[in-house]
């Protein structure tokens, strides 16, 4: 066995033994065990009461992170030790695979963040929805009334099946290629909380989708399956494996197969086991399926994926076709294949809050029939609105801060959790991409380009600043909190990572400035048509600095 091999820690080269702490702690509990020590000892004994491996490991098995304390300074997070930077309270976050809720639904989540969550909601840019403030005495209560419903908190965190992507129009609009909802549902009853697949190298990201505007972002996740139709007219998915961003940003690479529907799991199912069983166990930092795809290639991937876990040949496919926009976030108002409508709004960088979720619940039952749909960018949607409710609907929102017609700086600016809870950030982002916003909007009120901006408060890449026109990496500059500038990343008719301009820092306080400047030299030197995207990696590095 070549050492260099061995070395990488992979389970199929007869690897097993732990080469980190993380591995160590797998080893010793599986993650999904976590769950009824919390309802057994910790909920009973409080926070005190948790087992560190626990509490900084397996906890996030069940959606679970230790929030950050307030008052630590940027400076001060990779300085301190774990325990040093958590507060007693935790981030929880509710997966909602394939973005689909009931009003029902909604209020429970709603009334969780009311009462244990002190208000506060975040719709993340992976269809969940994420509260803080919980406390663990509070956890079997939370669970109970989201299981209810039909809502868990099983593998949203962790070294597991995530969340999995879907449209969040499926079944509702003419153009979508194939409906996904009954594959994805499929994926998780049969997987999600499987220990066969409970313990995987790292997170392992998935998406299904038919849509036509490629709403799920293919290029970057783990697994993707994109709808296509073949060469004999049949509906079914292209595979792309390997993509995510964080610090080593990588796109998805086709794999080159046709997968029916009626294979999809089996599919998902023996992909995430190559993973499983060949993924880089050695390093956390080279963990991810995106290193094991750069060093094998699609080739060898799909004969191992082929040979090893299928034991069947998969035809060769076709790729997807370009998008039939280069918007994906389903916000306005778009004609249901019934005649019907469906109303996307922006919300303000993801945060809502309990109340305002409630109010949305109300809404879709007065307008629609209680369908609401959270996409991958923040947004949410209502379905099901009659033509002659649209208006009311629409002013309805309006009232509520929530804009069915936003601006183009509010409907594509994005930000991640930040320092307000989490432990990693290095700055402040969900307040200041909201100040942002509004400067940007009193300053450009004309610009209707497609932009986005997205604010992220570390390397890691949770508010995609990689692969937004203007990207914010948050760091520390001259002592205060500002952000490292990439420019031209963009996810759609053309797929680039922003081009990071070498030493180009910002303070926190001028980005507004900064913005400013660069879009005003984008719409006088642009070309006729040309995207921002296009027109940031050919212009001269000095102006856009």
């Given at each position: 066995?070549?050492?260099?091999?061995?070395?990488?820690?992979?389970?199929?080269?007869?690897?097993?033994?732990?080469?980190?702490?993380?591995?160590?702690?797998?080893?010793?509990?599986?993650?999904?065990?976590?769950?009824?020590?919390?309802?057994?000892?910790?909920?009973?004994?409080?926070?005190?009461?948790?087992?560190?491996?626990?509490?900084?490991?397996?906890?996030?098995?069940?959606?679970?992170?230790?929030?950050?304390?307030?008052?630590?300074?940027?400076?001060?997070?990779?300085?301190?030790?774990?325990?040093?930077?958590?507060?007693?309270?935790?981030?929880?976050?509710?997966?909602?695979?394939?973005?689909?809720?009931?009003?029902?639904?909604?209020?429970?989540?709603?009334?969780?963040?009311?009462?244990?969550?002190?208000?506060?909601?975040?719709?993340?840019?992976?269809?969940?929805?994420?509260?803080?403030?919980?406390?663990?005495?509070?956890?079997?209560?939370?669970?109970?009334?989201?299981?209810?419903?039909?809502?868990?908190?099983?593998?949203?965190?962790?070294?597991?099946?995530?969340?999995?992507?879907?449209?969040?129009?499926?079944?509702?609009?003419?153009?979508?290629?194939?409906?996904?909802?009954?594959?994805?549902?499929?994926?998780?009853?049969?997987?999600?909380?499987?220990?066969?697949?409970?313990?995987?190298?790292?997170?392992?990201?998935?998406?299904?989708?038919?849509?036509?505007?490629?709403?799920?972002?293919?290029?970057?996740?783990?697994?993707?399956?994109?709808?296509?139709?073949?060469?004999?007219?049949?509906?079914?998915?292209?595979?792309?494996?390997g993509g995510g961003l964080s610090t080593n940003p990588m796109?998805?690479?086709?794999?080159?197969?046709?997968?029916?529907?009626?294979?999809?799991?089996?599919?998902?199912?023996?992909?995430?086991?190559?993973?499983?069983?060949?993924?880089?166990?050695?390093?956390?930092?080279?963990?991810?399926?995106?290193?094991?795809?750069?060093?094998?290639?699609?080739?060898?991937?799909?004969?191992?994926?082929?040979?090893?876990?299928?034991?069947?040949?998969?035809?060769?496919?076709?790729?997807?076709?370009?998008?039939?926009?280069?918007?994906?976030?389903?916000?306005?108002?778009?004609?249901?294949?019934?005649?019907?409508?469906?109303?996307?709004?922006?919300?303000?960088?993801?945060?809502?809050?309990?109340?305002?979720?409630?109010?949305?619940?109300?809404?879709?039952?007065?307008?629609?029939?209680?369908?609401?749909?959270?996409?991958?960018?923040?947004?949410?949607?209502?379905?099901?609105?009659?033509?002659?409710?649209?208006?009311?609907?629409?002013?309805?929102?309006?009232?509520?801060?929530?804009?069915?017609?936003?601006?183009?700086?509010?409907?594509?600016?994005?930000?991640?959790?930040?320092?307000?809870?989490?432990?990693?950030?290095?700055?402040?982002?969900?307040?200041?991409?909201?100040?942002?916003?509004?400067?940007?909007?009193?300053?450009?009120?004309?610009?209707?380009?497609?932009?986005?901006?997205?604010?992220?408060?570390?390397?890691?890449?949770?508010?995609?600043?990689?692969?937004?026109?203007?990207?914010?990496?948050?760091?520390?500059?001259?002592?205060?909190?500002?952000?490292?500038?990439?420019?031209?990343?963009?996810?759609?008719?053309?797929?680039?990572?922003?081009?990071?301009?070498?030493?180009?820092?910002?303070?926190?306080?001028?980005?507004?400035?900064?913005?400013?400047?660069?879009?005003?030299?984008?719409?006088?030197?642009?070309?006729?048509?040309?995207?921002?995207?296009?027109?940031?990696?050919?212009?001269?590095?000095?102006?856009?600095?």
């Amino acid at each position: 066995m070549p050492p260099t091999q061995k070395a990488q820690g992979q389970w199929a080269l007869g690897y097993r033994e732990p080469l980190n702490p993380n591995e160590r702690m797998k080893k010793d509990s599986d993650g999904l065990e976590v769950r009824q020590r919390i309802i057994d000892v910790y909920a009973k004994g409080g926070f005190d009461s948790i087992d560190p491996g626990d509490l900084r490991g397996r906890m996030r098995w069940m959606g679970l992170y230790t929030q950050r304390a307030a008052g630590i300074p940027g400076g001060k997070t990779a300085v301190l030790e774990p325990e040093d930077l958590e507060a007693p309270y935790f981030m929880l976050r509710v997966r909602i695979d394939g973005g689909q809720l009931s009003s029902e639904q909604l209020r429970v989540v709603a009334g969780i963040s009311t009462e244990f969550g002190r208000g506060v909601a975040d719709v993340t840019d992976r269809q969940n929805v994420q509260l803080h403030w919980i406390r663990i005495e509070d956890v079997p209560t939370i669970w109970e009334r989201l299981e209810a419903v039909g809502l868990s908190t099983t593998e949203a965190c962790g070294d597991t099946p995530r969340v999995v992507l879907g449209c969040p129009l499926a079944g509702v609009l003419d153009d979508e290629l194939l409906d996904a909802t009954d594959v994805i549902a499929d994926v998780v009853e049969q997987y999600v909380g499987d220990p066969r697949f409970s313990n995987l190298p790292r997170k392992f990201k998935s998406s299904i989708s038919g849509c036509t505007h490629h709403c799920t972002n293919h290029e970057i996740n783990d697994v993707a399956f994109v709808g296509v139709r073949n060469a004999a007219g049949e509906a079914g998915y292209d595979l792309w494996v390997g993509g995510g961003l964080s610090t080593n940003p990588m796109f998805a690479q086709r794999i080159g197969v046709f997968v029916r529907p009626d294979q999809v799991a089996d599919v998902w199912a023996g992909v995430c086991s190559v993973f499983r069983d060949y993924g880089y166990r050695r390093s956390r930092t080279h963990a991810r399926i995106k290193f094991l795809i750069a060093d094998w290639g699609t080739e060898k991937f799909r004969q191992v994926l082929q040979d090893e876990y299928l034991h069947e040949a998969l035809p060769d496919g076709v790729a997807p076709a370009q998008p039939a926009t280069d918007q994906r976030d389903h916000v306005g108002v778009a004609r249901q294949r019934d005649g019907r409508n469906a109303v996307g709004f922006a919300l303000n960088t993801g945060r809502i809050g309990g109340e305002l979720l409630s109010t949305v619940a109300d809404l879709a039952d007065r307008f629609g029939e209680g369908r609401i749909r959270t996409t991958a960018d923040q947004k949410l949607v209502v379905l099901d609105v009659p033509d002659e409710s649209v208006e009311e609907l629409v002013a309805a929102l309006a009232e509520h801060d929530l804009q069915v017609r936003p601006s183009a700086f509010r409907r594509a600016t994005m930000a991640c959790t930040g320092i307000e809870f989490c432990k990693l950030a290095i700055v402040e982002t969900k307040g200041h991409a909201k100040e942002l916003t509004a400067e940007l909007e009193r300053r450009l009120p004309d610009f209707d380009q497609p932009i986005t901006i997205n604010v992220n408060g570390c390397p890691n890449s949770c508010a995609r600043f990689q692969t937004a026109d203007i990207g914010f990496k948050g760091m520390m500059v001259g002592g205060e909190e500002g952000f490292q500038v990439h420019l031209g990343g963009h996810l759609g008719f053309t797929s680039s990572i922003g081009r990071k301009l070498r030493g180009h820092k910002v303070a926190a306080t001028d980005t507004a400035d900064y913005v400013e400047r660069v879009l005003t030299g984008y719409l006088e030197h642009r070309t006729d048509g040309e995207a921002f995207a296009a027109y940031a990696a050919r212009a001269d590095e000095d102006w856009l600095r």
